[in-house]
T-cell receptor, first 113, second 108 residues
């Protein structure tokens, strides 16, 4: 069964901390994505990557960075966590072709206090 | 810009039908539909491609109206298992932009 695995289901961090969210996929997908999910706002794209060492900004990249050193792993970094970054973070992956569905991880619920 | 979904929430009895709409202010090339059950990951349902093709998944089908820049999801004879939040996603270069979601609750 194909999978996207996010390292933590729940995280609590303090304001100002550097936070790493990890995502690994086992499907050999080229594309990987980070979304955040907030009530009433749906899923908003933070960053995405087409290939190793490649990244593109999504719609809300401020306060975040990403790293993709290996094809299967895509990390989201909060350089200095703030309370407005409290949210559910979802990682997804897909094949390069445009007409292919995304596979999502189960999400990381991050609380910044 | 995010596509707009309507309605925001629907409550149904088992066996009833529902329609969820997804409208975009920009030209549509393809539309994805996903369902997310509470506490779980969103799950891919189907893709609608430019050309008005209608697709189906179980008793769930969808249409794509290029002219109206709109897609609609049809849930027929709803079952309890259909409960969840439905998201449409519109394809922009290399990425999906999702709507705000429609919460569907099916009651016995």
């Amino acid at each position: 069964d194909v999978k996207v695995t996010q390292s933590s289901r729940y995280l609590v961090k303090r304001t100002g901390e550097k936070v790493f969210l990890e995502c690994v996929q086992d499907m050999d997908h080229e594309n990987m994505f980070w979304y955040r999910q907030d009530p009433g706002l749906g899923l908003r794209l933070i960053y995405f990557s087409y290939d190793v060492k490649m990244k593109e900004k999504g719609d809300i990249p401020e306060g975040y960075s990403v790293s993709r050193e290996k094809k299967e792993r895509f990390s989201l970094i909060l350089e200095s966590a703030s309370t407005n970054q409290t949210s559910m973070y979802l990682c997804a992956s897909s094949l390069q072709t445009a007409n292919y569905g995304y596979t999502f991880g189960s999400g990381t619920r991050l609380t910044v206090v | 810009q995010q596509p707009v979904q309507s309605p925001q929430a629907v409550i149904l009895r088992e066996g009833e039908d529902a329609v969820i709409n997804c409208s975009s202010s920009k030209a549509l090339y393809s539309v994805h539909w996903y369902r997310q059950k509470h506490g779980e990951a969103p799950v891919f349902l189907m893709i609608l491609l430019k050309g008005g093709e209608q697709k189906g998944h179980e008793k769930i089908s969808a249409s794509f109206n290029e002219k109206k820049q709109q897609s609609s999801l049809y849930l027929t004879a709803s079952q309890l298992s259909y409960s969840g939040t439905y998201f449409c996603g519109t394809l922009r270069p290399g990425k999906l932009i999702f709507g705000q979601g429609t919460t569907l609750q099916v009651k016995p």
